[in-house]
């Protein structure tokens, strides 16, 4: 029986505020007699050691409960008691046991009746325990430790017997057909030979067979065709595009920060080519757990280099979702500690252990005190260049020698100096001439706009000697109904104190204007300094005067933007003296030189490093704001047990990577391969892949689970090896149609009786659509900019799928603004760690397919192939049909030369009818399900 | 041949326990049916009951107040002592320092004393609820209104507080409101999308606002356009592909024709596999969607009358007027939640007064027409109308505006089920904190669920090993703003 994992803290919090006040200690009662004694330990201690101890026992006190001693049971729970001798039908224990109440433990379901009624009547006996009770709770009798099964240890299973050895092609066989055969059910017919292939490409490659492909296999007849096929895809990079990106899934990849200010991470591409890369050589999972946990602390291939490949593999840490501008500075630091330890939870254990974050976990064995050890190393991990500035700034790393990016950095610093003071001199040559030409006049503008309003025309004497566009300009900007509080004493005026409050505007804008000169002066002039002396440019001043509400305002909105004394940019030169602009031009020259001679910009990751080691307390509540006891950094007490020394020095990432890549943990190949599977299958062994804890599903064959872990890591932890393992076996190459009766024996697959129909994934679309008509772009790796700027997104920055040709897992990822395409087509929210892919079916995917740009271009592509390739249109329809469906044509419901001879004229005068006929047939079969959804 | 196809289909249709509708279908060979209007109509109601489709009509909790929600989102975070909160003491005290303790605030400088408001307030209607001068409009209609003065959420920025507004929590990424009510709701018309939001702000989040998260992705909105177009190049095609492109109809129709027999085919052959049913359905509601969706665009059918009362005959008022007449052209055909947006204009941390003026000048005939509008239709007893940004701002200046404030501020409801004329919750004094019936925004949430017939802790999805809620742990349903 399953020993379910429980916390009573929340239970008994539920249960005492529906019931009654909380409960004081109870005294200890001990047994009287030997029936007593003997009623305890064949009924009550059994129950407390299978359903109870992983969580409330010797090394794990969720809720500071332990059910393993007699003092433990009666000084209770933090909560105080769980029995209650005055009425012991009503003692806590039993309403939570029994589900009764609005919490209900052991989480899943009740215990059974028999223990339930067993409790009942030993509490009603006064829950007597032995008085000798040195002795620890009894393990159960298999020598397994009490909780999770997946917190057991791999076991080795030898593949069971099965009668029909003919369908036996792997041990992993021997394993799905026991079951069947134990079942009675059939397991479905081998797939068609065009069929296992189309479903091997699209698995390994993401994309259609080729017609040369196709010729090949199906005229390949030997046994070992279909190991020749794997090993033939495994050896493409084709390969680690596909496989690479279902792991980006899981380490949430994308190339911004996402929530708020959603900054571009220009660099996180070097992960993703690293993930390519990394699954391409068939890196060992082990060693691609630990770089992507510390890859920056193991060393380098080559002694003595930079390991840039560990670097950037710590870009699994780095590329989360970040809350950049919240104000609460810990509070965002802690977030992304709480995301980064989210991940790795998931992706490697499968656990989620976030709950954790503000009580102890409800369903898992994870205590509060469990999360702050994990928490503690990633907050002693360096994630911000600077965690506290307003937005706060993301960490890069230079993948190159802190001296070489010093010099990198220090002349981009100069060359930023020097456009400040170029700036500052422009700024004060255009401040220059407004204040010799257009301040003076200042009131008589301000006096011409207000008679323009009033009387429709200013004085013929005061318009002969203004500007007209300025004029203009003013008259707009004095329009009524502005709501400019700054205006108000100019509104108020009259005609008669006109004159009198614009010279107090004058006056006003020209001491704002002065002083602002001299801001821009003396920032130049630092700036100069700053080449000079080899310091860091200095920041423009702010423009900050008078709390803005009138003079400082005032000057804005008239100096710059639309404001009637704003210079234009194409004017600005015309009016600077010949002094400034030759000097502005020497200056610019220089500059120019100087940027062309600049070091390039080394190479950097978005990755993270050692930070400062922290003495992590526990969050009460999970607010920083409430820190409780200090906690060592360690592992959780379930799986690693209580008496762990603490790791003492530097973040502790280390020997986290090291933990969890051990060949002994129990969690990370059995999930790792589940994944595998899969993502070969359509579903896991385990269905919930993210999810091994209690409220996750058990394994539909824990025996092969375990058969394929324990042979994974002896392989080397070879993920290659694995994909043969799995698709040289006949329940990989079964069809996916099922018979009646094993739809009505099997209609879930838990017993893997047929292989599972799928739908292609956004990528699989796109990339397959861009190949048909040979338009594929298969360069690898890097970053593209297309309508995106380098170093931030910005809220206008857009990406058009549409604009590239690339394989779709190189387009950018801009976290808040996905394209529609991967919205429409389930694309991974990359917010989270995620597991798997919906496959919705929604109306909006229909109207792409019927009406988009991309799939419009793609049906005149192969239309124009289909035409140009053959005068017959016998031929071209077989050559559209084996384009795109591989196959010939078939008649029937499917379209055929008649449809394209009958295809309606459309609107445009001389339009081709017939290729818009063909380009038509293509569309369809590249709508077709036949084509969507691999058998 | 007819009879063996026939025959086989119904086998089909026996063992796979196909809804009636797919027999419809399949009886009445898809495409064509585009005429067959009666049909259709049999077709849409049983869709909206039938078995498998997601986004199926479903029947609430208990008894729903609210059919709908139209959620007038101003983006940014307007003032509510500016609006719909007045403070005399702030006038009193005006340019004073603070006399309280100021909470973390967004601006790190150049906060100020206290800033009484540039505008007026006046009472109106049976009620004596006063308005601010900066919603005239608006002010006509208090008497339907239900303001409640002491909204509070979490977010001091504007990515975790329009994030907390749209989803319930400032940090993570989880399903919309919109999305979850399209999950515990289902839709009334299956050829519209059931949860829309008009032209939404990018800023802040994005996506994330109207995003399914853990749910299954029909839940997700559809976006049309977004804050960065004008609504004219938005009009003609709203929705994206919706349009035929580079053919005519009846082209589309011929083709889409045989890509639908070629596809039953198909799926005939593979026992009908719902999934391979759900892709066929998927381009028959496509097809379906053209005609309704063009229809409902059709903004300019509308009578002069109608169009001048939103605003869409002004310059000033036009592209919020299409807005608030699309939500009710949409809300009228049964779309679940609409949601408008005036993005990103309301964060006034300088000029207030400026910015704040041609805001509410932009909003206030298309949101009073809105009402008005609904109120002669029927409509507003049964569509929750909410108004609000994602925090207010504060009594102190910050130069010459004012600083986000999540500590306490308004938001309005009208019709839906809700008290009109009623005012609920208070700030203190000045303005700054809610003091009474505080609403925080989980309360806000899980009220919305009760007046749509949905009980906010029942409405839950599991994921990743635990189930969740639109209110996460919180919420209680403010019992007293219930008509």
């Known amino acids: 029986m399953q020993s379910w994992i429980v916390n009573m803290l929340s239970a008994l919090v539920a249960a005492l505020l529906a019931t009654s006040p909380v409960f004081a200690q109870v005294e200890p009662v001990f047994a009287t007699s030997q029936s007593e004694i003997d009623f305890f330990e064949n009924s009550i201690r059994p129950i407390f050691a299978v359903e109870c101890a992983g969580c409330h026992g010797a090394q794990l006190q969720m809720a500071d409960l332990n ?38 433990m052991p989480p899943p379901g009740p215990l059974s009746p028999e223990n339930v009624s067993a409790l009942g009547k030993w509490v009603e006996m006064g829950a007597p325990w032995p008085s000798d009770d040195s002795a620890a709770v009894v393990a159960p009798s298999d020598g397994a430790k009490p909780g999770l099964w997946a917190f057991q240890p791999v076991k080795d299973h030898e593949p069971p017997k099965v009668a029909d050895q003919d369908w036996v092609r792997t041990p992993i066989d021997r394993f799905i057909l026991a079951r069947l055969e134990d079942k009675d059910v059939r397991p479905s017919a081998p797939a068609e030979k065009l069929q296992l292939l189309r479903r091997a490409k699209f698995d390994l490659h993401g994309l259609p067979p080729s017609e040369q492909e196709i010729e090949e296999f199906l005229s390949d007849t030997a046994p070992e065709a279909m190991a020749r096929l794997v090993d033939r895809l495994l050896a493409s990079p084709r390969y680690g595009e596909k496989w690479g990106r279902h792991w980006l899934d899981v380490a949430r990849y994308a190339d911004s920060t996402g929530l708020d200010e959603d900054y571009r991470l220009p660099h996180s591409w070097r992960y993703r080519d690293y993930v390519v890369d990394a699954f391409n050589r068939d890196l060992p999972f082990d060693q691609f757990v630990r770089e992507q946990l510390a890859g920056d602390l193991m060393p380098a291939d080559e002694p003595g280099d930079i390991n840039t490949r560990g670097i950037i593999a710590t870009g699994f840490l780095a590329l989360g979702v970040k809350p950049l501008a919240q104000q609460d500075k810990m509070q965002v630091v802690y977030d992304v500690v709480d995301e980064q330890l989210d991940t790795v939870s998931k992706a490697f254990m499968g656990m989620t252990v976030t709950c954790a974050r503000c009580h102890d976990h409800k369903f898992d064995p994870i205590s509060t005190k469990d999360y702050y050890s994990m928490a503690s190393i990633f907050a002693s991990t360096k994630s911000f260049e600077d965690a506290e500035s307003f937005v706060s700034e993301v960490y890069f790393a230079a993948l190159v020698e802190p001296e070489i990016y010093e010099v990198y950095r220090k002349e981009q610093e100069r060359l930023k100096a020097r456009r400040y003071s170029i700036e500052s001199i422009r700024d004060l040559g255009v401040a220059d001439y407004v204040q010799r030409t257009l301040i003076p006049r200042l009131p008589d503008y301000m006096i011409a706009a207000r008679q323009v309003r009033e009387d429709g025309v200013p004085t013929a004497a005061a318009r002969a000697e203004l500007d007209e566009g300025v004029l203009q300009a003013w008259i707009e900007y004095l329009k009524p109904g502005q709501f400019r509080p700054y205006l108000d004493k100019w509104e108020r005026a009259k005609p008669s104190e006109w004159l009198a409050a614009a010279e107090e505007y004058r006056e006003l804008y020209a001491t704002t204007s002065q002083w602002w000169s001299t801001e821009l002066k003396s920032w130049g002039a630092e700036a100069e300094e700053a080449i000079r002396a080899g310091d860091d440019a200095p920041d423009k001043p702010a423009f900050d005067r008078g709390g803005m509400e009138l003079e400082g305002r005032f000057f804005l909105e008239v100096s710059s933007g639309e404001g009637p004394f704003s210079v234009a940019k194409e004017d600005r030169e015309s009016i600077l003296s010949d002094g400034v602009r030759a000097r502005l031009t020497s200056l610019s020259e220089e500059l120019e030189a100087w940027t062309k001679a600049a070091p390039p910009e080394p190479p950097l990751a978005c990755a993270i490093a050692e930070g400062e080691p922290v003495d992590q307390s526990v969050f009460v509540g999970g607010s920083h704001k409430n820190p409780g006891e200090t906690v060592p950094k360690h592992f959780p007490v379930a799986l690693r047990g209580a008496w762990q020394s603490p790791i003492e020095s530097g973040s502790g990432r280390k020997e986290l990577a090291d933990w969890l890549a051990s060949p002994d943990h129990p969690l990370t190949a059995r999930v790792y391969v589940n994944r595998v599977w899969q993502w070969h299958f359509g579903e896991g062994l385990v269905r919930s892949s993210n999810n091994f804890g209690s409220t996750g599903e058990q394994p539909t064959h824990p025996e092969l689970l375990d058969y394929l872990a324990k042979r994974f890591v002896e392989s080397g932890w070879s993920t290659k090896a694995l994909h043969r393992m799995i698709m040289l076996s006949s329940a990989y190459q079964m069809s996916s149609q099922s018979s009646e009766a094993v739809s009505e024996a099997d209609p879930e697959n838990r017993l893997w009786s047929h292989f599972l129909r799928r739908r292609l994934t956004v990528e699989e679309m796109r990339d397959s659509l861009l190949a048909l008509d040979g338009s594929l772009d298969l360069t690898m790796g890097g970053r593209i900019d297309d309508g995106l700027k380098k170093d931030e997104y910005g809220p206008d920055a857009t990406f058009n799928p549409d604009s590239v040709s690339r394989r779709t897992l190189y387009l950018p990822l801009v976290r808040n603004k996905l394209p529609s395409l991967y919205r429409l087509f389930d694309f991974a929210d990359a917010g989270a760690s995620s597991a798997r892919r919906n496959e919705s079916n929604i109306a909006p995917q229909a109207l792409y397919a019927m009406n988009s740009d991309f799939v419009k271009s793609r049906a005149y592509a192969l239309a124009e192939i289909v035409v140009r390739g053959s005068e017959d249109d016998a031929e071209r329809l077989e050559r559209a049909y084996r384009l795109i469906l591989g196959r010939a044509p078939g008649g029937g419901a499917e379209p055929s030369i008649e449809y394209v001879r009958s295809y309606p004229a459309g609107d445009a005068e001389g339009e081709s009818t017939h290729l818009a006929g063909w380009a038509s047939l293509c569309r369809i079969l590249m709508a077709s399900n036949e084509f969507h959804y691999v058998d | 041949m007819a009879n063996i196809i026939k025959s086989e289909m119904m086998k089909n249709i026996s063992r796979q326990g196909m809804s009636r509708r797919a027999v419809l279908r399949q009886a009445a060979c898809g495409f064509g049916t585009l005429g067959l209007s009666s049909l259709l109509a049999q077709e849409q109601a049983l869709a909206a009951t039938g078995p498998g489709n997601p986004l199926a009509a479903k029947v609430p909790h208990f008894a729903p107040r609210a059919k709908r929600v139209i959620f007038v989102f101003m983006h940014g975070g307007p003032s509510h002592v500016d609006t719909f909160d007045p403070k005399p003491l702030l006038t009193r005290d005006n340019g004073k320092p603070i006399p309280f303790k100021r909470s973390l605030t967004f601006a ?39 303001i409640i003065r002491s909204m509070v959420s979490d977010g001091v920025d504007h990515g975790g507080a329009v994030l907390q507004l749209q989803t319930g929590t400032i940090n993570f990424t989880r399903p919309s409101m919109g999305a979850w009510s399209l999950y515990g709701l289902g839709t009334e018309n299956q050829n519209l999308p059931g949860f829309i939001t008009i032209m939404p702000s990018l800023y802040h989040g994005g996506a994330k606002h109207w995003g399914a998260g853990f749910l299954p992705g029909a839940y997700e909105g559809t976006p049309l356009g977004n804050d960065k177009m004008a609504a004219k190049d938005l009009m003609d095609e709203p929705i994206e592909h919706l349009l035929a492109n580079g053919v005519t109809s009846d082209q589309q129709r011929y083709e889409i024709e045989i890509l639908q027999k070629m596809n039953r085919r198909h799926a005939l052959e593979r026992n009908s596999d719902p999934k391979l049913e759900a892709r066929i359905q998927a381009f028959e509601l496509a ?51 609409v949601q408008c947006s005036h993005s990103y204009k ?114 839950t999805y599991p994921f990743g090993g635990r189930d969740y809620r639109l209110t996460d742990v919180h919420g209680v349903v403010a019992h007293k703003i219930l008509a």
């Not at chain 2, 505008?119 to 308005?131: C, M, N, T």
């Not at chain 2, 929750?384 to 986000?404: K, S």
Request: aromatic share 10%; charged share 25%.
């Open chain 1, 67 to 104: 059910l393993t001693t007699a003092e433990g049971f009666f000084k209770g729970s933090a909560r105080g008691a769980i029995v209650d001798p005055e009425r012991p039908a009503e003692s806590v224990l039993l309403q939570v046991v029994g589900h009764q109440g609005k919490v209900k």
């Open chain 2, 287 to 337: 097809s379906r969607m053209q005609l309704e969706a063009s229809e409902v665009f059709a903004v300019n059918t509308e009578s002069e009358a109608t169009k001048k009362l939103y605003g869409l005959d002004n310059e000033v008022t036009h592209d919020f007027a299409w807005q608030c007449l699309l939500a009710r052209r949409l809300s009228e055909r049964g779309v679940r939640f």
């Open chain 2, 108 to 146: 790190e400088d150049k906060l100020g004393g206290l800033m009484k408001s540039p505008w007026e307030f006046k009472q109106y209607g049976q009620s004596g609820i006063p308005v601010s001068e900066l919603f005239p409009k608006v002010a006509q209609h208090v008497d339907d209104l239900c």
């Open chain 2, 346 to 459: 309301w964060d006034q941390h300088t000029e207030l007064a400026r910015k704040h003026s041609q805001n509410a000048r932009e909003v206030d005939t298309p949101i009073a027409g809105l009402l008005t509008d609904l109120k002669s239709r029927g409509l507003l007893d049964d569509t929750l109308v909410l108004w609000g940004g994602e925090f207010g701002r504060t009594p102190f200046a910050e130069r010459d505006g004012r600083d986000h404030n999540p500590y306490g501020y308004t938001m309005w409801m009208a019709g839906g089920g809700v008290k009109p004329g009623f005012i609920y919750g208070a700030t203190d004094d000045y303005g700054y904190h809610a003091v009474e019936d505080r609403m925080h925004l989980h309360d806000l949430h899980a009220t919305i669920l009760h007046l749509l017939g949905l009980d906010h802790e029942k409405l």
